[in-house]
């Protein structure tokens, strides 16, 4: 299966993976930061797909409670032995609900654009499901047509992902229990890609 190929190959370069993001770009910090003042102070965080931990340790330094997970045992590991709780979570079938209730926001930076395209409203109504009425939804992917193969930066094996055009991507997520869906087009990556930012918040229906 593409995922776990992918997973694979994230987990044999991960800690290279982690050390060529550890800097934070300044769009990523903005939309950290407007999380932070959306939400506000001890608001609870799911993050999916936390990598290295980066974007966590923004958040809490803004007053947020992350809740950090991610699908590649090796990321897993890595946080775990700085001393942070993380678990190890597959968005499509892994229980994502907390026993303190309902999440506050939702974070998932360049993660959600390894699943399938059949897949992807699947794992935004669990989501949606696990997260508190108003409450905000902050994904980024990739812009483009299609889905395939990639080799590029710290990670040396292929990886797969699946690319979105704004309507497409605002319909998945519209109809998959969030509304106010807001799509941003045009931010460029390290390698000169498009990225599309969306935000949303928690319908107060269940999809």
């Not at 997260?131 to 590029?152: C, F, I, N, Y």
Request: glycine share 12%; hydrophobic share 45%.
């Amino acid at each position: 299966m593409t995922v776990d190929e992918t997973v694979q190959s994230y987990d044999r370069d991960a800690a290279a993976y982690v050390a060529s993001t550890a800097t934070m770009t300044d769009a990523v910090r903005a939309r950290v930061e407007a999380l932070a003042a959306h939400a506000g102070p001890g608001a609870r965080v799911l993050e999916i797909g936390s990598g290295g931990g980066r974007d966590a340790l923004a958040m809490e330094g803004l007053g947020l409670h992350v809740r950090r997970t991610d699908i590649t045992p090796g990321f897993v590991e890595l946080l775990r032995a700085e001393g942070h709780q993380c678990d190890l979570v597959d968005p499509l079938v892994d229980d994502l609900a907390s026993p303190e209730g309902a999440y506050d926001a939702v974070w998932a930076n360049a993660s959600l654009l390894h699943v399938a395209r059949q897949d992807l409203p699947i794992v935004l109504a669990r989501l949606a499901s696990v997260t508190r009425a108003g409450g905000l939804l902050l994904v980024a992917v990739k812009e483009g047509d299609g889905d395939g193969w990639s080799t590029h930066g710290s990670i040396s094996s292929p990886r797969h992902f699946t690319y979105w055009r704004a309507g497409a991507l605002r319909d998945a997520v519209a109809g998959a229990g969030w509304t106010d869906v807001a799509v941003r087009s045009g931010i460029a990556g390290h390698r000169g890609e498009s990225w599309l930012e969306v935000s949303a918040v928690r319908d107060s229906v269940s999809p």
